[in-house]
């Protein structure tokens, strides 16, 4: 075979530079915002808007009439969203657009598709949108007007909590449409300082899910440290309690309790020194820790 066969075999077996066949940003938006082009081309289409969007308002404006248009595919209108999401992270170049951003998302936050309003919402929380919490918190107080179920709802309540939440909130842990949802209420008290009365009950009922108490134990030792070390100590007595809990009493004892009075308490260095051979090994390392400081 001569060289001349070999090189010119060489040349068709080089493949197309990835340049050659990369849309433009400004074509990308032409084709995403097509209608009349095939989803599967338009939602690839998306990936690749970044730098029109910023630069050209005509484009970015034709994107969020995408997002808005109800009558567009509900999956060429989340990949809009995650189009227009990329773009903000441009933070200069986007600035002078965020406004119409931001009033596009509050529009389309109480869309009939589920899975958009959650990510519209949730991209509204972490901005800590004003519209997004009281409707957020509408729908805790009003079931018949929630935007995402309850749980949901408190978890992004959380990005940006305010005094007006911790009643909801007390009030999913009173009367929990589920337990998710009381979880999640209990993650978002534990920054309120009000609800130790509460975080003490719980951690003392036998009857609560160990996740529960669990819960309540951290809250406490973050909110009243010193209310916790009194709890500790009875939980750290009770054989039968969880490891976990137990963990956590250990580690409230430690970081907090008082030297001259915990190392005369016989009886409790005397179950931590036990607890050094028995549990899972977090406890052992909560007890060896426990013991290094107090003496033993």
Aim: charged letters at 30%; hydrophobic letters at 40%.
């Amino acid at each position: 075979m001569s060289k001349a066969r070999n090189k010119k075999r060489g040349k068709r077996a080089k493949p197309k530079r990835a340049s050659a066949v990369k849309m433009s940003s400004s074509a990308a938006v032409t084709v995403a915002t097509n209608a009349r082009k095939p989803v599967k081309e338009r939602i690839a289409a998306m990936a690749n808007v970044t730098q029109a969007v910023c630069e050209k308002d005509n484009k970015f404006q034709a994107l969020l009439k995408v997002l808005r248009n109800m009558n567009e595919p509900i999956r060429v209108r989340l990949a809009a969203l995650q189009a227009l999401q990329a773009a903000s992270f441009a933070v200069v170049q986007f600035e002078s657009r965020r406004a119409d951003y931001l009033a596009t998302l509050r529009a389309v936050a109480t869309d009939a598709d589920p899975e958009l309003r959650q990510r519209v919402l949730g991209l509204l929380a972490r901005e800590k949108d004003g519209f997004a919490q009281q409707r957020l918190l509408e729908g805790l107080q009003q079931p018949g007007k929630a935007l995402l179920p309850p749980e949901k709802a408190l978890q992004l309540l959380s990005y940006d909590i305010h005094a007006d939440a911790y009643p909801v909130a007390r009030m999913i842990v009173k009367s929990p449409p589920n337990e998710e949802a009381k979880r999640e209420a209990l993650r978002l008290l534990a920054a309120d300082a009000s609800s130790k009365p509460l975080f003490e009950r719980i951690l003392n009922d036998k009857e609560e899910t160990k996740e529960n108490r669990q819960l309540s134990a951290s809250a406490l030792q973050a909110i009243a440290p010193e209310a916790m070390q009194t709890h500790a100590r009875e939980l750290l007595l009770d054989p039968k309690e969880y490891d976990d809990i137990q963990a956590t009493s250990l580690t409230a004892l430690t970081q907090f309790g008082t030297a001259a009075k915990v190392e005369k308490d016989e009886e409790l260095l005397k179950r931590v020194a036990s607890l050094k051979s028995a549990g899972s090994n977090k406890l052992k390392r909560g007890a060896r820790r426990f013991l290094t400081k107090y003496g033993s």
